[in-house]
Nanobody, 122 residues
Framework: VQLAESGGGFVQAGGSLRLSCAASGLAVSTYAMAWFRQPPGKEREFVAAISRFAGSPDYTDSVKGRFTISRDNAKNTVYLQMNSLAPEDTAVYYC????????????????WGQGTQVTVSS
């Protein structure tokens, strides 16, 4: 299994970015897919997840209404649309997957991408 993130970069506060996670070795529609982030000097934290099959989204409170997780089954890719970005969103963003849905602890995810840096300036 390989997960490859892309789309990170440098953006001013209030701007937008879309992260992509291209998967190989698994079908994103049959696995729970999630985004985590790790701000500088802090622990990795849950951002958003999309459930297997039904594709129900779940978000941490701080990104609700600003971020949207989605997937394209044909492209086997998961996305994180990030709007109204703020400096506190600065972090390395990771894509992760596990078989079953409903989990937010990083240690319980089986597969991880290499991460993509998102930097938001004030």
């Amino acid at each position: 299994v390989q997960l490859a993130e892309s789309g990170g970069g440098f953006v001013q506060a209030g701007g937008s970015l879309r992260l992509s996670c291209a998967a190989s070795g698994l079908a994103v529609s049959t696995y729970a897919m999630a985004w985590f982030r790790q701000p500088p000097g802090k622990e990795r934290e849950f951002v958003a997840a999309i459930s297997r099959f039904a594709g129900s989204p779940d978000y941490t409170d701080s990104v609700k209404g600003r971020f949207t997780i989605s997937r394209d089954n044909a492209k086997n890719t998961v996305y994180l649309q990030m709007n109204s970005l703020a400096p506190e969103d600065t972090a390395v963003y990771y894509c992760a997957s596990r078989l079953l849905s409903g989990v937010k602890e990083p240690s319980r995810y089986s597969y991880w991408g290499q991460g993509t840096q998102v930097t938001v300036s004030s």
